[in-house]
């Protein structure tokens, strides 16, 4: 019964794309764009397309969207149904037009897309703005009751967890308010592409449900959603813990986990590996290559840098599983929109068909490869991405300097509460300091380094709520969910100090020279609308100098 759901899954996630990509079959009349882009410099921008397998695509592109002074090459898009357009030569600090055209081989003629736009990199002294927004956890869709799908009767009988914060109309409406608003750039924080769920079965030697093509429909899932902004907006995504993408699982029966996603993220997202522009992990992974995970760039008067504990902690961090989403069997939950839509979180494996193996036999073993060791020095960023970011921190005359990463450590709750422990500020739990002797040298512990080099914000998510907080001159703002329909404000007991907010929504920022203002906008079902909360609405907003 448990294979058979899988293969209804795997079955309905093929039928799925299938259908998506039928429509992706240009007419003149009407045709879904697919497009992300990413990755923009001082003179240059990726734009990804998506489009069915051999579509001829080039693209127009100028200053003025009435008159396209430029044209690339015809690609035509690859087995994956990707096309890539590397633009350069680009000038600095200006806003382009571009527009993607497409011919399908029974099309005789080529049909123009809709005009787009990017921002080449701004110059010190002018203003911009940019995005961020928390995990989105698509696969935690929820029932008539506020559950999540997935989760079990005890669960929901215990009211430990809900195990619902996703819904797609939430999420396209908060995506629609960022493309009107049009950051240059957009930060995505992780938990956006979830495939912890796909692990345990995979782990008992059932690999009908655990592939590079069904992690792949999960990337691609997103895609379906981010298009709405992503195309006139550069997109950075952070690897959350949800993503499984682990240096701890490389060589180990989960080594195709870290495999398979980084692999999907290389392949259907821009991916800001180093360059000339970019600095950032120059250490390839066989079987994958450039992982793009940590990174930093200048834009403006900011300087920004993205941090990763999960492709450097050599033990687990935050668990494999949480949520204990288990054994999803109705079909509906596996059925239609969202491919990938039992994939939250999953505490043991419910295969039983031939040549797989025991849950009960091999518990111990996955225990082992997918639960913290209990100590959190074995959380960390590696003393590689910790020589990165003192180098490109000292390096820096940026007015403002911004982190981003999932969350401080990679694992546990809270915000400035895990600032000041293990590797970031150097006190274990029982606030005993051992970070002479665990981290030898590094000199300082990683909040003393933010606060020695004037770090402005630090953002994280992973708790899944709106927290704004100030340690040592630093603010540590955690990013709430843009598409829980509960509203809800989850973790909250886990901090102490701050003004906390409940989801959904989105940070708007702007930087200017004289300053940085963080805007928190509420985004809401049009069903949940009220007088005092209404879909836009500011909830929170402040500046820094
Ligand atoms: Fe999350
Ligand atoms: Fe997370």
Known sequence: MILKSKKVFFIFSLAFISILFSQLSYKKESYPENIIIGKPTNNSIMISIMAIENTAIYINYGLDERNYTNKTEIIHSSKDQTAIFNIDKLMPNTQYYYRANYKSSDNEKFYAGDTNSFWTQRSIGSSFTFGVQGDSHPERLCDEFGYGMGISANQRNSGEARGCMYDPELYKKTLRMVDEDRPDLYFMLGDDFSISNLLPNYFQGDDSGFSQSIVDDIYINQRNFLRIMANSTAL???NGNHEEAR???????????????????NRYFPVPTPNTFYSGNEKPIEGIGLLGDYFSFRWGDALFISIDPYWHSTRVTERIGGMGISRVTRPE?????????NTGGMDS???????????AEIEGDWIR????????WDATIGDRQYQFLKKTLEESDAKYKFIFMHHVLGTGRGGVERATKYEWGGYNDKDEWEFDQERPSWGLPIHQLLVKNNVSIVFQAHDHLFAKQELDGIIYQSVPNPADPGYQEINFQAYKTGDLLPNSGYLNVEVSPENVKVTYKRSYLDKDETDSAMHGQIDYQYTIN
Do not use: E
Not at 333 to 341: C, D, F, H
Not at 349 to 359: C, I, L, N, Q, Y
Not at 369 to 376: M, R
């Open 349 to 359: 494996g419910t295969a039983m068909g031939v040549g797989t193996k025991a849950w």
């Open 369 to 376: 490869l997918t639960q913290s060791s209990g100590n959190l």
């Open 247 to 265: 240096l701890s699982l490389l060589n180990t029966p989960l080594h195709n986990s870290s495999i398979f996603a980084g692999n999907a993220r």
């Open 236 to 238: 950075f995504p952070v």
């Open 333 to 341: 939950v596996l059925r239609g929109t969202n491919p990938g839509a």
